[in-house]
């Protein structure tokens, strides 16, 4: 079991994996390279083995932690609480400790999305009404230019 996602399945593309560049990784990923760069300045991917030339090599495990940050980022998670996820896992050395705090930070951007949803379909009541209000106007047969909704 990993961190990042639980138990994992191996693939035959999986077994490939063991020493792929940054080229072949962003393209199993999607992501730039300058973003795998980045991520990996910030300690988001630990341990990124380098070949004698210094280029990058990464493997199953790296892959799998770029998904898990990108479906962290999906769901609205910012780098600083991804990198939280990280140092709970590593210090505590528990993937139960990170599945705590991740459902915790979750649950509060659940909570945000419920009051910016809200806050959504009290806006698009207030656009209608006053658009029917302007429609009402338009329609007044004495409505003039010097006439303002």
């Known amino acids: 079991m990993n ?6 399945i191996s693939t035959e593309s999986d077994r490939d994996d ?12 999607g992501l730039s390279a300058r973003t795998v760069r980045y991520y990996e300045e910030l300690g988001l991917l630990p341990g990124v083995r380098r070949r004698s030339g210094g280029r990058r090599v990464f493997g ?11 479906r962290l980022k999906a769901l609205g998670l910012s780098l600083a609480e991804i990198k939280e996820l990280n140092a709970v896992y590593a210090i505590g050395g528990s993937t139960r400790a990170m599945l705590e705090r991740l459902d915790e930070l979750l649950a509060r951007h659940l909570a945000e999305l419920d009051g910016r949803i809200a806050e959504l379909g009290t806006l698009r009541d207030e656009m209608s009404k006053y ?4 429609a009402s106007r ?12």
């Open 18 to 29: 063991a020493g792929l560049s940054i080229g072949e990784t962003c393209a199993r990923t």
């Open 60 to 70: 199953p495990d790296a892959l799998e932690r770029l998904r898990f940050i990108q």
């Open 3 to 8: 961190w990042q996602t639980g138990p994992t």
């Open 138 to 149: 338009i329609e007044a047969p004495n409505a003039g230019p010097e006439d303002t909704p």
């Open 131 to 134: 658009r029917d209000h302007v």
